[in-house]
Structures are given as structure tokens and as C-alpha cells.
């Protein structure tokens, strides 16, 4: 049983992302870097077009962004917005196995208290 449970906390904490929203006209470098396939060359990429464009009119825009190409923007496009607010979840390193054992209710947000 408590197999089975980290196993589903693990999945979990590692899912988290996949409801993620990002909004390229105003996420930081590091929020667009929780993106997949989108590390910092390609964050400051979008940055520099947002900047040099007035901003995205919509998501399509991200296309013309040196570096994004179809398959990109195909894994992208689900993720990320144009307006609203940018809503993204960093995973907190946890010895999972640890706060099985002790009861300890499993924090998946950078926002969370490690307990000791």
C-alpha cells in the first residue's frame, strides 16, 4: 500500500506542470523555462520578441520567435496564453518516503514549508 501511494504522489508531483499556464506577455525567464523543450536561450528568445513586438497578439505569434518551430509550437500551445494570469507550479524536492512513513501530509508547490 504505501507503494502504491509514493507511486501516485510521485506521479503527481511530477504532473503538475502539465496544468500550467503561461502567459507569454509578462512570465519571467524561469516561468518560461518550466515550459517543455524550452530552456533559457529560447525563454530570452520569446522575452526579446515580446520586447522588440509590443507583446503577442495571440499564441500563433509565438511561431515567429527565432527558434520555436512547428513541433515546438505543437507541445506549446496548450500551455501557454496571451492574457490572464501566469499560473505555475514548482515542484518542492521531498524525501517522499519519509513523509509517507510519518503521516506527513506531501507539499507539491514551491510555496510549501519543508517540515523536519
Not at 28 to 50: F, H, S, V, W
Not at 96 to 113: F, N, V, Y
Request: aromatic fraction near 6%; proline fraction near 3%; charge should be positive.
Amino acid at each position: 500500500m504505501k507503494k502504491m501511494l509514493f507511486a501516485i504522489v510521485l506521479f503527481l508531483s511530477f504532473s503538475i506542470n502539465a496544468f500550467a499556464t503561461v502567459n507569454l506577455n509578462t512570465a519571467t525567464q524561469a516561468e518560461l523555462e518550466t515550459l517543455k523543450n524550452i530552456g533559457p536561450a529560447k525563454a530570452i528568445a520569446i522575452m526579446d520578441y515580446r520586447k522588440k513586438n509590443g507583446g503577442f497578439k495571440s499564441v500563433d505569434d509565438l511561431n515567429n520567435v527565432p527558434g520555436i518551430g512547428d513541433k515546438t509550437m505543437a507541445n506549446l500551445k496548450a500551455e501557454v496564453t496571451v492574457s490572464g494570469a501566469t499560473k505555475v507550479t514548482t515542484p518542492v524536492a521531498i524525501d517522499a518516503k519519509k513523509a509517507i512513513k510519518a503521516g506527513t501530509p506531501i507539499a507539491t508547490s514551491a510555496t510549501a514549508t519543508k517540515t523536519k
